[in-house]
């Protein structure tokens, strides 16, 4: 069956200008990458490259998870979910968690390397406080007084 003479005219003209405005898209794409390529490989002088100096922060008061202060906390953390994967190792979790909330750090600005990933220290975190464990855990270290991280509701 053949289309109305309307119909396959309307469509014509629309893949026409599909076409065209696909056509401006692509140079613009291309224009942005020559422009960030341009950016990233031009020769950076010595006056540039001593811009601003970043230091990872290392307070007297963030030491890592000590194996007594292990050994008070173990006992209270759940060692299985209720449901789907198996908890990554809480230790380092929770010494991620303590190095933020004694150094008064970002989330984003926790170690890496040393702690593990920031976004699960942060959703352990909002697990614990929301179970309550939190305050348990802050309990049985002794270190009441200490301020929670930064979280969305504060």
Do not use: F
């Given at each position: 069956m053949a289309e109305p003479v309307e119909q396959r005219n309307f469509r014509f003209g629309w893949s026409v200008w599909r076409r065209a405005?696909?056509?401006?898209?692509?140079?613009?794409k291309k224009a942005s990458?020559?422009?960030?390529?341009?950016?990233?490989?031009?020769?950076?002088?010595?006056?540039?490259?001593t811009g601003l100096k970043v230091s990872v922060l290392a307070p007297e008061g963030a030491a890592p998870l000590t194996d007594e202060e292990w050994e008070i906390v173990e006992p209270l953390i759940?060692?299985?979910?209720?449901?789907?994967r198996p908890y990554?190792?809480?230790?380092?979790?929770l010494g991620g968690?303590?190095?933020?909330?004694?150094?008064?750090?970002?989330?984003?600005?926790m170690p890496e390397e040393?702690?593990?990933k920031w976004e699960r220290a942060y959703r352990r975190y909002e697990l614990w406080l929301k179970q309550g464990l939190w305050e348990r855990i802050l309990q049985a270290l002794g270190e009441e007084g200490l301020p929670g991280p930064t979280t969305k509701e504060s």
């Open positions: 405005h696909q056509a401006v898209g692509a140079r613009c990458r020559a422009a960030r390529r341009h950016v990233l490989y031009r020769e950076v002088s010595p006056e540039e490259r759940p060692h299985k979910p209720p449901a789907g990554h190792d809480h230790r380092t979790v968690i303590l190095w933020v909330a004694r150094t008064g750090s970002s989330w984003r600005e040393e702690y593990g």
